[in-house]
């Protein structure tokens, strides 16, 4: 498969990554010529320093064998040009990262799709609805809504509290259970467990449930002190906090704290919601936040452009008594040092957006794909194929790959969890965890 990609930032950098990890033909496309100087003598892809918008720089990068052409440059007026015009050379697929939401409207992307862009994302869009999800179990990491809803995937940081510490795992998850135990990351590294393995003190266990048996969750790993979120300040006005805040509107009140004058009007404008409270200030300043009422407020979300920032805030938010904390952390050099800092949930708008993107890669139908930035592990939602490998014995006697695990499935919009004696059926959507890498080697069980 070959993928053309515009735009040498976090996001392309990310995609094409992955990409090469699966030894795909990449072609990359920048203006910076020092940026991809260093990328060419760091991968095996192909760089052109020139504009995406001219005819004959697509021409050069063989846009007319094209799978994908992907525009995720940090202007959406060129990526939308670009796009528009490798399909009209012949590329199969165009992917276009905007800034407007308004463009994501269904009627607004029906007229993009009859100009040849096939699919639109928007970073602080996707990044929004996550942190949204997050602040629904104030006591997990992380949060995954499958399908509406149908199946939760949460992760846990596990401590004293925890009833199902120390005891192999066929004795607490088994096939009557209400849950599975799909990764676990201990000491930094990451495990598809076995039956036999045993959860201990301080892991990250990653649960795939049903909604109706959060509380049951929240029970056993010893969470139902922590409260539930009612208030949050988010810090930092840009476009993310915006996305996030609408995200919130009707469940939370929300204040959003912005350290300049002119983008606090701009918010206040912004926002017609009593719940939504702007306040011109420093996010990092405990005088400010005792004033706005910290003590009450059950979660705190670090927004800005600054990744240092984000940690550090979010590290003087838990000293005031704040039990979730969410931080933005772009620079992926900092987000282990952010989560052995016990930072709560992390963000990161290159590695949700690269993700969304290359689930378009795939031959398989795959409803979502999600690159778990700190476990070194992947989760996907399979769409089964009529003649799939999976539908011919029962999960037990598949022979899959020990580096894999089946969370569960959804069945005419029912969740159900997966054991040894389950039969997969086509057009089940199927839950996966997987080592990194993986995804290539599955998609045949699948198709």
Not at 125 to 130: N, P, Q, R, S, W
Not at 309 to 319: E, Q
Request: aromatic letters at 6%; proline letters at 3%; glycine letters at 8%.
């Amino acid at each position: 498969m070959k993928t053309v990609i515009s735009g040498a930032n976090g996001i392309g950098l990310h995609l094409a990554t992955l990409l090469l990890k699966d030894k795909e033909d990449v072609v990359l496309i920048d203006l910076n010529e020092e940026k991809l100087n260093y990328l060419s003598g760091s991968f095996d892809l192909m760089t052109i320093n020139a504009s995406p918008t001219s005819v004959q720089v697509l021409k050069d990068a063989g846009i007319s064998g094209a799978d994908l052409f992907v525009g995720v440059n940090a202007d959406e007026n060129v990526n939308i040009t670009s796009c528009m015009l490798a399909n009209a050379l012949g590329a199969k697929k165009t992917i276009a990262r905007v800034d407007n939401p308004e463009y994501l409207k269904p009627n607004i992307k029906e007229l993009f799709q009859a100009k040849g862009i096939n699919d639109l994302v928007y970073p602080e869009l996707l990044a929004g609805l996550d942190i949204e999800s997050s602040l629904h179990t104030s006591w997990a990491r992380v949060r995954w809504d499958v399908h509406g809803g149908a199946l939760v995937l949460l992760g846990v940081k596990l401590r004293e509290q925890c009833e199902i510490l120390d005891k192999p795992l066929y004795t607490i998850c088994g096939p009557d259970d209400p849950f599975h135990i799909v990764a676990i990351k201990r000491n930094g590294e990451t495990l598809i467990p076995s039956g036999n393995e045993e959860l201990k003190l301080y892991d990250i266990a990653y649960f795939m449930t049903t909604k109706d048996q959060i509380p049951y969750i929240r029970k056993i790993v010893g969470k139902e002190k922590y409260p539930d979120v009612r208030n949050v300040i988010i810090i930092g006005g840009g476009k993310t906090s915006v996305r996030a805040a609408k995200a919130m509107a009707g469940k939370f009140r929300v204040k959003i704290i912005e350290s300049d004058e002119k983008r606090c009007e701009e918010l206040n404008e912004l926002f017609d919601d009593d719940n939504i409270m702007i306040i011109n200030g420093d996010g990092r300043d405990i005088n400010l936040l005792t004033d706005e009422g910290i003590s009450k407020v059950q979660a705190y979300v670090a927004l800005t452009g600054n990744s240092e920032t984000n940690i550090l805030a979010c590290l003087t938010a838990k000293t005031l008594g704040v039990r979730k904390t969410v931080a933005m952390v772009e620079n992926l050099d900092y987000v282990n040092m952010a989560e052995n800092m016990d930072i709560g949930t992390i963000i990161n708008k290159r590695t949700i957006t690269a993700s969304h993107i290359y689930q378009k890669t795939l031959k398989a139908d795959v409803k979502d794909v999600r690159f778990m930035m700190t476990l070194e592990a992947d989760v996907a939602e399979f769409v089964v194929g009529a003649n799939a490998k999976v539908t011919k014995a029962l999960v037990k006697d598949l022979k899959l790959p020990a580096d894999m695990n089946i969370g569960g499935l959804i069945r005419n919009g029912e969740g159900i969890l997966v054991s040894g004696n389950t039969q997969i059926m086509p057009g089940d959507k199927v839950v996966v965890f997987f080592h990194e890498t993986m995804i290539r080697k599955m998609e045949k069980y699948f198709t």
